[in-house]
């Protein structure tokens, strides 16, 4: 029996990926990391900063996301993000400018709580991101 999933990732300006033979996905939902499998429930939830791994049976893909939705249904998910970044690419460039977006959002005034909680995940990711590369 296959039992895989279909998940795409597109962003407003592109789509990043698209694949069907996928095994399991991890995403970090805005209340904690959420795995899903085959026949998982229904889902829609929104993404803090953190990593999305994706599972095949002979691969792992990983990618950064800033933040997003995701939505699980029939076996396919699909995650909005309005920036993401694929682990295996990412440079050191692109981390010191993540890192000073980082300190602009931190230090940027009449935040809601909300605003607050993701710019502080967002500087928390990323220097998990620095630690890692």
Do not use: C, W
Request: overall charge negative; proline content about 3%; cysteine-free.
């Amino acid at each position: 029996m296959n039992e895989t999933i279909q998940v795409d990732i597109v962003t407003p300006e592109k789509k990043i990926f698209s694949e069907n033979d996928i095994v399991s996905v991890t995403v970090p939902g805005i209340e904690g990391e959420m795995g899903i499998l085959y026949n998982h429930i229904p889902v829609i939830s929104f993404l803090k900063p953190g990593t999305i791994n994706i599972e095949t049976k002979n691969k792992e893909t990983k990618f950064f996301i800033a933040d997003g939705v995701v939505e699980f249904n029939n076996n396919t998910v699909t995650i909005l993000a309005s920036e993401i970044y694929d682990l295996a690419t990412i440079n050191d460039f692109t981390i010191d400018q993540l890192k000073q977006k980082s300190k602009e959002k931190i230090q940027k005034e009449n935040q809601s709580d909300n605003d607050i909680f993701l710019a502080g995940k967002f500087e928390e990711e990323i220097n998990r991101l620095t630690s890692v590369k």
